[in-house]
């Protein structure tokens, strides 16, 4: 499974992003998806995952703020961020899970600032 994010970019606090991340390979095999980040010297955390089933689930600090989607006929993932807040300013990756494997994306820098 090969992941290829895209969308980030500089914004005001208060803007909006939306992520994208394209799957490809056997894409078959993946259970669930999700957005981790990383800021700047922290570790890297959770942000949102979407499971085949189609539930999702967020990190508290993110609820009701930003949006996880797929479309399964482009076999795309997305995270809408809406408000965003400077503690937002972070390395975003996406993530696939399959049985006894996970996939990672290269990551997409979102800096949020004036």
């Known amino acids: 499974v090969q992941l290829q994010a895209s969308g980030g970019g500089l914004v005001q606090p208060g803007g909006s992003l939306r992520l994208s991340c394209a799957a490809s390979?056997?894409?078959?095999?993946?259970?669930?998806m999700g957005w981790y980040r990383q800021a700047s010297g922290n570790q890297r955390e959770l942000v949102a995952r979407?499971?085949?089933?189609?539930?999702?689930n967020y990190a508290d600090s993110v609820k009701g703020r930003f949006t996880i989607s797929r479309d399964n006929a482009k076999n795309t993932m997305y995270l809408q961020m809406d408000g965003l807040k400077s503690e937002d300013t972070a390395v975003y990756y996406c993530?696939?899970?399959?049985?006894?494997?996970?996939?990672w994306g290269q990551g997409t820098q979102v800096t949020v600032s004036r």
């Open positions: 979407i499971f085949s089933s189609g539930n999702t």
């Open positions: 390979g056997s894409i078959f095999r993946i259970l669930v």
């Open positions: 993530n696939a899970g399959a049985v006894a494997q996970d996939y």
